[in-house]
């Protein structure tokens, strides 16, 4: 029978819709629940491509007797931390705050307050590796919450009295400068795997936040070791194990430091940025391997995750059923040599394990291999390179399939949007500029409503009830404002407009510090604030971006003060830990450049139009348009004369113009960086 989790749209809890244990979604009605029974709530947060979130479902949640004294004993809330950002948050920096660590599957015991008193990540079905069982830790709890409750109360008191006591000043005064740019660059320079590229140790994650710093210092700056980082760790991560040799796109991280093996995941978030950052590399030098990673991975974004709707979906699964139909991690990816010799015959099939690093005894499990470019150099045949990949690929489609997460989350399609513009632009590819206006039309459709106020998800056409928080702002204000630059369609800044006014007006403090959700939003047992990125920009240094942006777009001076307000938690935490606010860091160079203003005043597509998304300065703005038409889209155009009847680009900063040009050449220069 299936339980409450029947009736949402979120992929992960519609996965735990048929198990024993009495799900409730997160709601006022399951803490009343738990009131009314006087029983604590077990709070359990996962995701729909999460490989330990599976193991525990499959070993305790799937489990009858698991199950009844589950159901006997606590109220079972069931999250899904992409729906639910806000909630993930809160009680993760609880979780790492007691213990030191955090990670999904989440574990944590509430109050019917919602105040949290015992914590865990993954509880295996027997006691092993020092951990407890999952029984187990389910007795001890209900054992404190019948005999020790007031230890229980003063232990939930005290962890929810530390959190307020968190509150984040916004990092000093003022914004970040030369000096803690250059300082951030050292630090990063410090972290740096010289060897293998790519910063720390294992697991290793795609810095994509961080490249984009490092290029947009090398455009501004010139500096050369901030540009070899960038591209080394690009080489690093496309001949690695992390990025499909077959099929395009990036696993979600790597385990080894070596870019080898990935978590096989791979999610819409990742592959945006990564498409961006390629783009961005071969933008700054050429390079051929940019250019083509950063087609392959846009081709595999709109081929693999693109939904019905014309949106993305959210991850492709990391688990897929191997021949023997076991669900196992990887499976659709990895080859032995006796695979190749299947799919290529005897003599491709050495070439192929030689190319490709495929061995007997296999980089991964059971003797298998994941494909890296082992032996990839420039004598290697093209043709014959060419030739094997489409035959592998051809003969890996014959597989099981990863299941697909079809949530369309509003902040990661945002991000696609920007990517897909700007590439879809950078390549001549107007196609790739299609699906993102697509994407984009969806957006506007099904998420933003009347009154412009974003809900987070949607799945088949079908908003989803949870708020956008600042993230989901942040991020589909940017996409829009790519969108605008690329299209010339000034609409897109209109809405991009709507998307910032709302930041100013709902998610705005004190003093320039931004929170993750709104003024009016649900209240937690704290209002989540984090200026740091992770697997994305922060929100914080989401909006920071998108809001400079704007304010070059339309000369609005409360867009700018926002942004540098929002900046000064930069000129803090970036000369200390650059790894973390990498976003921060590449909208802070947008800020010390200018940025730009790029009004190209002639046709969308032209050659001046083209030139100016072409230029390397960083989060420089570019509007271009026609006539009196353009100029009512665009603040930018308004009094920007064609010269001679000619387009004419003019480049603006700091309040100062340069001479106008018809010069494709002479424009390019200004732009230089």
């Not at 999904?104 to 020092?130: I, K, Q, S």
């Not at 290029?215 to 080394?232: C, F, I, P, Q, V």
Request: hydrophobic content about 40%; overall charge negative.
């Amino acid at each position: 029978m299936a339980n409450r989790l029947a009736q949402t749209t979120s992929p992960y809890l519609l996965q735990h819709a048929d198990n024993p244990v009495d799900w409730w979604p997160w709601s006022p009605e399951a803490f009343e629940e738990a009131r009314r029974r006087d029983v604590p709530v077990l709070l359990s947060v996962g995701y729909a491509s999460c490989h330990w979130c599976h193991v525990m479902a499959h070993e305790s949640f799937e489990d009858a007797e698991t199950a009844a004294y589950l159901n006997a004993h606590f109220v079972p809330v069931k999250v899904d931390r992409e729906e639910r950002p806000d909630v993930d948050a809160v009680y993760m920096e609880a979780v790492q705050a007691a213990t030191g660590q955090g990670g999904w599957p989440m574990t944590v015991f509430l109050t019917a307050d919602g105040e949290p008193f015992y914590f865990g990540t993954y509880f295996p079905p027997e006691p092993r590796h020092g951990m407890p069982s999952f029984r187990q830790v389910l007795e001890g709890v209900r054992a404190a919450w019948s005999d020790r409750r007031e230890e229980v109360a003063e232990v939930a008191g005290r962890i929810v009295a530390d959190l307020a006591g968190r509150s984040l000043a916004h990092g000093g005064d003022g914004v970040p400068g030369e000096a803690e740019l250059a300082q951030s660059l050292l630090r990063l320079t410090r972290d740096y795997d010289e060897k293998h590229g790519g910063f720390g140790g294992a697991p290793k994650f795609p810095p994509s936040m961080t490249i984009e710093f490092l290029l947009r210092h090398h455009a501004r700056t010139g500096s050369e070791g901030a540009l070899e980082m960038a591209a080394d760790t690009c080489a690093a991560m496309a001949g690695g194990g992390i990025y499909d040799q077959l099929g395009g796109g990036f696993a979600r991280y790597s385990v080894d430091r070596e870019w080898v093996v990935p978590h096989f995941e791979k999610m819409l978030y990742d592959n945006a940025l990564l498409c961006r950052v390629y783009t961005h590399l071969w933008r700054a030098t050429g390079s051929d391997l940019a250019r083509r990673v950063a087609l392959e991975t846009a081709d595999f974004m709109v081929r693999e995750l693109r939904t019905a709707e014309g949106g993305f979906a959210s991850a492709l699964d990391a688990d897929s059923e191997d021949a023997q139909g076991r669900h196992v991690e990887g499976a659709y990816y990895v080859w032995t040599p006796a695979q190749l010799r299947e799919a290529l015959g005897e003599e491709d099939a050495e070439f192929a394990a030689g190319y490709f690093g495929v061995t007997e005894e296999g980089t991964f499990e059971e003797g298998s291999s994941v494909l890296r470019l082992a032996a990839a150099g420039p004598d290697e045949d093209p043709a014959r390179v060419a030739d094997v990949r489409a035959r592998l690929l051809a003969a890996r489609e014959r597989r099981v399939r990863p299941e697909r997460d079809d949530k369309i989350v509003a902040a990661w399609n945002g991000l696609a949007v920007a990517a897909l513009a700007e590439t879809g632009a950078c390549f001549g590819r107007p196609d790739l500029v299609e699906r993102a206006t697509e994407a984009a039309d969806l957006l506007v459709r099904l998420h933003m409503g009347d009154t412009a106020r974003l809900c987070r998800t949607s799945k088949d056409g079908r908003a989803g009830d949870n708020a956008g928080v600042l993230e989901d702002y942040g991020d589909v204000a940017e996409g829009f404002l790519a969108l605008a630059s690329v299209t010339g369609e000034g609409a897109w800044l209109e809405f991009a407009g709507f998307m910032l006014d709302i930041v100013l007006e709902r998610f705005t403090g004190e003093g320039g510090q931004l929170y993750d959700t709104a003024d009016d939003a649900e209240r937690l047992i704290r209002r989540p604030q984090d200026p740091t990125d992770n697997a994305t920009p922060a929100g914080w240094t989401a909006a920071a971006g998108a809001l400079l942006s704007y304010a070059a777009h339309t000369g609005s001076e409360a867009h700018r003060a926002a942004a540098e307000g929002a900046l000064g938690v930069v000129k803090a935490l970036g000369p200390k830990a650059p790894r973390f606010i990498g976003w921060g860091l590449a909208v802070a160079e947008a800020l010390v450049d200018g940025p730009r203003e790029v009004a190209v005043a002639g046709p969308a597509g032209g050659e001046l139009h083209r030139t100016a998304l072409l230029g390397r300065a960083p989060g420089a703005v570019v509007a271009v348009g026609e006539g009196a038409e353009g100029a009512a889209e665009f603040p930018l155009l308004v009094d920007r004369p064609l010269v001679g009847g000619a387009p004419t680009a003019y480049v603006c900063r700091h309040f100062v113009c340069d001479a106008p040009t018809t010069d494709a050449a002479e424009l390019a220069r200004k732009l230089g960086g």
